[in-house]
């Protein structure tokens, strides 16, 4: 067991460095509506792991990790809960509301694939080439392509 | 509407919530975090307490001097019900080691492992524990002599109550602890062919 102020030094230092990553990783894993739950669900899991760091890797190396395997936590309890409710209700009432920013941003973003998906949130997020590549492992190249290629289907989708 | 317009719409909705600094994120996910212990405690505390209320008002029904069938009844329920209360107590306790920091892997096989173990609980407590409490009450209600047609409401009550339970068994496998599996189970999967 650490001592509780050793445990909190580490995680101040943690977010310190990595709190832009955080909201990153909620944008880029959770619907507009549960990012903040993303957040605090990693940071929670964050702070009890914490007991259990035994500098065995870095610290860095740790919240990633924790921060991973949060987020697949996250998703299948979601995918969970909406698997019910869509038995529940299989033909949902949708009602008509003027598409605002982070709708459209949803609705582009749910249809690209994966990878597209990722480049396109840390495109908004403004991280540079050297920093998406080093966070998805595509060089820099194929992100240009990529992007120019997101602003093509951006443009045929929503202009006009 | 351009990219890059949605990109500075973003920018400003982001910017309409700043982030904090990380002393005033640690104390409060410090604050959360003990407010989430507390409420696990109470929910604990509040399940025992409640199941140790039902078994004392069992243990009050015993009679030493009453018909052997009533009281061979009440001993089957008492203990199938203190079976199934230190069962799930025992589960959630054990189902709140989390270790996150894991590689991926080895972390959802931990998943499965959790959810396996929620799932033979339910069928155990289904199967072996509420079944034969059914079976329990009905010798004990049996034992006290009542008149016929009130022994048929009885067999008829308990008839609906282990229906009840056991749809209800079945509705949380399917939309709760089986869709998890699944996808773990797929997940899985996808690693044992990327290693092979």
Excluded at chain 1, 43 to 59: H, N, P, T, V
Excluded at chain 1, 76 to 93: G, L, W, Y
């Amino acid at each position: 067991m650490i001592d509780p102020r050793e445990k909190e030094r580490l995680f101040e230092k943690a977010i310190a460095k990595n709190n832009h990553w955080l909201g990153v990783i909620a944008r880029n894993n959770a619907p507009i509506d549960d990012w903040e739950d993303l957040e605090q669900e990693i940071l929670i899991a964050f702070w009890k792991s914490l007991d259990s760091y035994g500098e065995r890797s870095s610290l860095e190396t740790f919240f990633f990790s924790v921060a991973k395997n949060t987020v697949k936590k996250f998703i299948d309890k979601n995918n969970k809960t909406k698997k019910r409710d869509e038995a529940v209700d299989p033909n949902p009432v949708f009602v008509e509301q003027d598409p605002d920013v982070l709708s459209i941003l949803e609705e582009f973003a749910g249809m690209l694939g994966e990878l597209d998906r990722q480049v396109f949130k840390m495109y908004l997020d403004c991280l540079s080439y050297a920093e998406m590549s080093a966070a998805l492992g595509v060089d820099e190249v194929n992100l240009r392509k990529r992007i120019s290629r997101i602003k093509e289907q951006f443009k045929a989708r929503y202009r006009g | 509407m351009e990219l890059e317009e949605l990109k500075a719409l973003y920018q400003q909705a982001k910017a309409a919530h700043p982030r904090k600094d990380p002393h005033a994120i640690m104390l409060e996910t410090k604050r959360k975090a003990e407010e989430r212990e507390r409420d696990f405690k109470r929910q604990q505390r509040t399940q025992i307490l409640c199941g140790l209320f039902c078994l004392v008002c069992m243990a009050t029904w015993y009679r030493r001097e009453g018909p052997l069938l009533a009281n061979a009844g009440l001993i089957l329920m008492f203990l199938c019900l203190a079976a199934m209360l230190a069962g799930s107590i025992i589960l959630k306790y054990r189902l709140r080691e989390s270790h996150p920091w894991l590689p991926e892997e080895e972390f959802l096989a931990e998943q499965r492992k959790k959810i396996a173990a929620r799932i033979a609980l339910l069928r155990r407590n289904v199967r072996w524990f509420f079944i034969p409490s059914m079976l329990g009450f009905l010798a004990w209600q049996a034992g006290l002599s009542h008149s016929a047609q009130m022994v048929a409401a009885l067999v008829v009550a308990a008839g609906l109550a282990s229906a009840g339970t056991f749809w209800f068994y079945r509705w949380k496998l399917r939309t709760d602890l089986l869709p998890i599996l699944e996808d773990i189970d797929r997940e899985l999967e996808s690693f044992r062919n990327k290693s092979k």
